[in-house]
Structure formats: structure tokens, C-alpha cells
């Protein structure tokens, strides 16, 4: 049974660094893309980005410059860590199964989510 | 970027037939997804590529899509379908999936 398990600390300071991490069970880790989505309270869903087996990543381009996204095959795990938070970035953090064929892109399976508060 | 414009609500009677759009332009070349999301859930796909259901979904959904809008259909709708749904797909201009800002059904 395919399983998304996702931790990381839920408040933080503004100017430090979310960092999250998911872990994959029940699929083939090298088969698909890996994404992240976040969701603000009463708000709609904002792709982060993705990232692959081979470390190949696509990104959301409002965020790419404080985003950075990691993969441990050995474990079946990837992460995501965004830098100098501030309260925007008050979400429900979701990671997900992803398929990514170039000019295609379809979100299969989601995490259960992980709210991060920023809050000083 | 590209936009993708919902509705923020649609509400229908139990037993009635809802439609959800999602607009974009030229929205009918790019393949739409639909995600259901109940309140304090992860949301799930409902269908993907326009009109395909994943396994485990009724087959009361069902999607549409040509020219510069994409439809979801949810026939016999029950109390069980309130939630908010969003429309996705992928820019291949900027290289990023995109959704809608998502409606929320209400079962009258």
C-alpha cells in the first residue's frame, strides 16, 4: 500500500529555514517525480516544485530562489527545505507522487500535509 | 504565467447534476486534472487527462474539455461530494503545474 510519510518542525522564526522531509513507501522511487505543494489556511494549492530520483527538479518560479529540493535514494526519502521564511509562508506543506513526461504534469498521490507556522 | 479561472462556489441539490468549470486559454490542448479536497484533508485526484477516473472513483465524475474550458461533472450528487475542488495542469511555458483557485460544492 503506498504510504507518504512527511515530517519537519511545524513553527518557526522568520528568517529561518523550513526544511521538510517525506518518505516514500509502497511505489518505485525512481518512477516518478516527487513534489511539494503548500496550501495557506483558507487558501488555495501553490506547487512548489518537484524533484526526480536523478535530481532533475522543476520549479515554481515565485519561489525558486528559496527553495531547495534534495533526494536520498538509499532511504526512498526527499526533502524540501525554503529559506528566510516570513508569515506568508504560514501554509499546510504537502508532499506527493508526481508524473512528469516533459509537457505533461499530473499529481497521483498526496501526503497527509504538515502546517508549518511562521510566527516571531 | 498561465491562470486557470474557477468559480469560488457552485451549490446543488442532492440528486442533482453539479459542473464545475475551469478556464484557460487554449485550455482544450493541455491535459486538466481534477483534485477533490474535504475539509481537513489531502486532496485526491477525481480525474485526470481531461476525462479519466483514477481506480476507486465513481463514475459519477466525469470531465470535459475543448477550447477554452474544462469542465467537471459530478452527476447524482450526495452530500459526501462538498468539498472544494481544483482544476491542474501543466505550463509548459514556464515549466510549472498550475491550478485553479479551486470551488467549493455545496449540497444543499
Known amino acids: 500500500q503506498e504510504q507518504l510519510q512527511q515530517w519537519g518542525a511545524g513553527l518557526l522564526k522568520p528568517s529561518e529555514t523550513l526544511s521538510l522531509t517525506c518518505d516514500v513507501n509502497g511505489v518505485s522511487f525512481k518512477d516518478y517525480f516527487w513534489s511539494w505543494i503548500r496550501q495557506p489556511p483558507g487558501k488555495g494549492l501553490e506547487w512548489i516544485g518537484e524533484?526526480?530520483?536523478?535530481?532533475?527538479?522543476n520549479y515554481n518560479p515565485s519561489l525558486k530562489s528559496r527553495v531547495t529540493f534534495s533526494v536520498d535514494t538509499s532511504k526512498n526519502q526527499f526533502s524540501l527545505r525554503l529559506n528566510s521564511v516570513t508569515a506568508a509562508d504560514t501554509a499546510v506543506y504537502y508532499c506527493?507522487?508526481?508524473?512528469?513526461?516533459?509537457?505533461?504534469?499530473?499529481?497521483?498521490?498526496w501526503g497527509q500535509g504538515t502546517l508549518v507556522t511562521v510566527s516571531s | 504565467s498561465y491562470v486557470l479561472t474557477q468559480p469560488p462556489s457552485v451549490s446543488v441539490a442532492p440528486g442533482q447534476t453539479a459542473r464545475i468549470t475551469c478556464g484557460g486559454n487554449?485550455?482544450?490542448?493541455?491535459?486538466v486534472h481534477w483534485y477533490q479536497q474535504k475539509v481537513g484533508q489531502a486532496p485526491v485526484m477525481v480525474v485526470y487527462d481531461d476525462a479519466d477516473r483514477p481506480s476507486g472513483i465513481p463514475e459519477r465524475f466525469s470531465g470535459s474539455n475543448s477550447g477554452n474550458t474544462a469542465t467537471l461533472t459530478i452527476t447524482r450528487v450526495e452530500a459526501g461530494d462538498e468539498a472544494d475542488y481544483y482544476c491542474q495542469v501543466w505550463d509548459s511555458r514556464s515549466e510549472c503545474v498550475v491550478f485553479g483557485g479551486g470551488t467549493k460544492l455545496t449540497v444543499l
Open positions: 487554449k485550455i482544450g490542448s493541455k491535459s
Open positions: 524533484i526526480n530520483h536523478t535530481g532533475f527538479t
Open positions: 506527493a507522487r508526481a508524473i512528469n513526461q516533459g509537457d505533461y504534469d499530473r499529481i497521483e498521490f
